[in-house]
């Protein structure tokens, strides 16, 4: 099958792909062009991989909110808060405490990567993630981190929760993770479920993608929350492994479309980009464009604990939350630079 204006665009679509024949609207196979762009038409049965659904969440967006936590990410930052959802491979977890040392798990694992440290049972080196320990343990000690879902699942559960949705203040559903553009027609899917079922949509992104996808996602949310890591390329490429340059000539490019709610947050790192030149850098930048509200994000402590149970060694174990003082004093920077400013993604 072809397009209707003979364009020959046949080929199944994954991805957005630019007509450079026709701008109105077409299809192709399942296939439908608006503005443009191909995208696949609704498929409520697309599966994606989500570490878990957190419900009544009241930080990340307005109301009361459903957080669906997407696997994988282009980033590999040291302090990320999910580092559960950074690969997109399911994992293991080991929770300690409820470990009886039965070791049923070795009799199955054909790796040899069973250890009898009790504080580190699985040597991830070995490991080649097959869950037959996670299947034989009888006290759930070991659980697999991950799990492959369909949007359908999702949405069906979602509507469950509408009412609570409805009654508080543009409550809904906000994909985090991880990055949801990392799996960008699971997303879209998604979002256009939820669009179609009248919940409030939400996204955080880092923003490192093509804009294509960004645009692609963005008509079905009704609020983006962007993250901006660092203003100097140098030090964000040395501590995220990516530069900062798509990420802020994407942000310049949203900007620019009118009907987009963006909230800017900074994840305030303690001897990365929690000091001063950085947030008035930063502030200074958004402000010259057509966004209006930054959030900080005080450091947070409690992923100590996701590490451990994923067998790594976190190097932000023993760093410590910014003290009020100097969380109100960036606060005050950003608000002279002419923005509203939040701190905690308090709504």
């Known amino acids: 099958m072809h397009c209707q204006k003979e364009c020959r665009l046949s080929r199944p679509l994954e991805r957005p792909v630019r007509c450079r024949s026709h701008s109105v609207e077409v299809h192709c196979a399942g296939i439908i062009l608006k503005e443009g762009f191909f995208y696949r038409m609704s498929n409520k049965s697309i599966r994606g991989k989500i570490v878990n659904l957190q419900d009544y969440s009241v930080h990340d967006g307005y109301g009361i909110r459903t957080l669906v936590f997407m696997k994988g990410c282009p980033l590999g930052c040291p302090w990320c808060q999910n580092p559960e959802s950074i690969k997109t491979a399911m994992e293991i977890k080991y929770s300690q405490h409820l470990c009886i040392e039965c070791f049923k798990c070795r009799e199955v694992c054909d790796q040899g990567a069973i250890l009898e440290d009790r504080d580190k049972r699985i040597d991830l080196d070995r490991c080649n993630y097959c869950m037959r320990c996670v299947k034989t343990c009888p006290s759930g000690a ?20 509408k009412p609570f949705y409805d009654s508080s203040e543009k409550g809904g559903i906000t994909l985090s993770g991880g990055e949801p553009t990392f799996q960008p027609e699971f997303a879209l899917e998604l979002l256009k ?44 490429k040395e501590a995220t492994g990516v530069s900062n340059e798509l990420i802020l000539e994407n942000l310049k490019k949203l900007s620019a479309i009118p009907q987009i709610e963006c909230v800017i947050r900074i994840p305030l790192i303690p001897g990365f980009n929690d000091d001063e030149e950085n947030v008035r850098q930063t502030a200074e930048f958004v402000e010259g464009l057509n966004i209006k509200k930054l959030d900080l994000l005080p450091f947070n402590e409690l992923p100590s604990g996701k590490y451990r149970t994923l067998g790594i060694d976190w190097v932000y174990k023993q760093v410590k939350r910014q003290d009020e003082m100097k969380l109100l004093q960036l606060k005050e920077i950003v608000e002279g630079c002419g923005l509203e400013a939040t701190i905690g993604g308090l709504w």
Do not use: P
């Not at 799990?147 to 469950?160: F, P, Q, R």
């Not at 949509?201 to 009704?222: H, I, R, S």
């Open 142 to 161: 070991l659980s697999q981190v991950g799990a492959t879902i369909a949007v359908e699942e999702i949405v069906k559960k979602l509507l469950s929760y």
């Open 193 to 236: 479920e939820c669009k179609e079922h009248g919940i409030h949509t939400a996204m955080e992104t880092c923003g490192y993608t093509n804009f294509e996808t960004l645009k692609w996602l963005v008509q079905f949310l009704d609020l983006l929350l962007y993250d901006l890591k660092h203003m100097d390329g140098r030090l964000h």
